[in-house]
């Protein structure tokens, strides 16, 4: 008789044969599941549907959503691959014809010499603020771990802290913007009567109301230099509309300066170039533009969505512009060769924001799929995805300080760094004030999102946590801003009124 063994119990009961099928079977779902993550499968709702139908699907569930419908899909395929031994996604034929129709329909159209010439200042401007930035961020990388873990151990004490100053009956219909202005004292807001209203901040007292537009606005930015240095008479607001044109607003006139024609669809944002002299538009035409504002004339006409473009955003540097289509596609562009320079591909619904961060090289997207994505252009793929809301992310801001004096030019030479090197930037730092420093690294140390569930949030820019979650009177928040002293927080409503919100320590 053998001797009895656990080995020898299991080989007699057949234990050993069914623990290693199991076994076998969880290795084979893990694998599959793997494989289903690098699946190519389409984003558009309708070409799923269409994949779904030919492979003998439901096209819909009950209660099924465009992500959940993208997920079935991805699960069938890997099931029929798996079935078939198959390692390469079923739909490799496809995406191969695809992307031969794309090469064949790449073009180019010759640029004007106005566009040339514009391309040329805008990397001058560019280059000399990119230098600065990561001279400062040098800087702060040599701060003292304590230093940063004390200021924003305060920042984002004041950011749990932001609760509802009040709320005010901003106009007839729904406020479709908000935006403060660079000193944080105005407050612009548009609306779909199609009126641009100017507000005193904090008392929510209006100043004025700029009419121009015969249809709802959508999108509204000021001047980089508006209520600081710009003069009133001069070009202070620019504001886009649904009946296809952009205004140019002053301080001291209910009319428009001068009003921008070319789109052939609604325009649902617009943004000014950090230097002042350019303004973007993003339009239902599948095209943003890029207009001049001293001649008031269109520099380009992009495109490159396959559906409406809906949210424009420049860098701070000056030399990107990010781009965000109903397509669920973002887009880079590189404004000094006219070139992509990063794909934003994930979103499974359109894009509805897109915000750069201060640091020059994180993006934030939010989108009708409930979900921010935050990208890295150095990495050149999504860093986290963020289940922000429980309906479409409306809006997405990162807190921009207001400028400071930024270190010279000349301690920021490219070579290799030394102990002398490091003692001379720790000098330099410890020559400025520590409300300076606090305000430098403050900068895009958290953002805001607002959502179609009617709730506002705050979150981390550095571990992508809520920070905070505050209620509106509405069930959709179609806007929000920070002011740039960072003491305010408005949110703009489809209840037609806009909230504001401040740390309570300051109330």
Known sequence: MSELTLDTLMDEGGYGDRARMENQALLDELERKKKARSMAVPTDDGRVRARLREIGEPITLFGERPADRRDRLIYVLSQINAARGDDAPAMETESEDESEDEAVEEFYTPGSIALLEARRRIAEYSLPRAQKRVAQQRIQSKMPLRQLIDIRKKVFSEVKSFANMGSQIGDERPISMVRFSPNSQILATGSWSGG?????????????????????????????????????????????????????????????????????????????????????????????????????????????????????????????????????????????????????????????????????????????????????????????????????????????????????????????????DDASADTSNDGSTDKETEERYRSGLYFASAGYDGLVKLWSADDWQLLRTLTTDAGKVMSIDLACNGRYLVSGTYNRNFQLYEPESTV
Not at 242 to 250: A, I, P, Q, T, V
Not at 306 to 332: H, M, T
Not at 367 to 396: F, Q
Request: proline share 4%; hydrophobic share 40%; glycine share 8%.
């Open 196 to 420: 641009v209203k100017l507000w005193n901040v904090p008392s929510c007292a209006p100043i004025r109301t700029l009419r121009g537009h015969g249809d709802r606005v959508g999108g509204v930015a000021w001047h980089p230099r508006a209520t600081l240095s710009q003069s009133e008479e001069a070009v202070n607001l620019v504001s886009g509309a649904g009946d296809f044109n952009l205004h140019l607003w002053s301080l001291t006139s209910d009319a428009p300066l001068a009003t921008l024609k070319g789109h052939e669809g609604r325009v649902c944002r617009t943004a000014f170039h950090p230097s002042g002299d350019y303004v973007a538009s993003a339009s239902f035409d599948t095209s943003w533009r890029l207009w001049d504002v001293s001649t008031q004339k269109e520099l380009l006409l992009q495109e490159g969505h396959s559906k409406e473009v809906y949210s424009v955003e420049f860098q701070d540097d000056g030399a990107l512009i990010a781009s965000g289509g109903l397509d669920a596609i973002g887009r880079v562009w590189d404004l000094r060769t006219g070139r992509t320079a990063m794909v934003l591909d994930g979103h499974v619904q359109g894009i509805f924001s897109i915000a750069f961060s201060p640091n020059g090289y994180q993006i934030a997207t939010g989108a009708g799929d409930d979900t921010i994505r935050i990208w890295d252009m150095r990495s050149l793929k999504a860093l986290y995805t963020i289940p922000a809301h429980r309906s479409n992310v409306s809006d997405v801001r990162f807190f921009h300080a207001s400028d400071l004096p930024t270190v010279a030019t000349q301690d920021i030479e490219m070579k290799e760094s030394t102990p002398n």
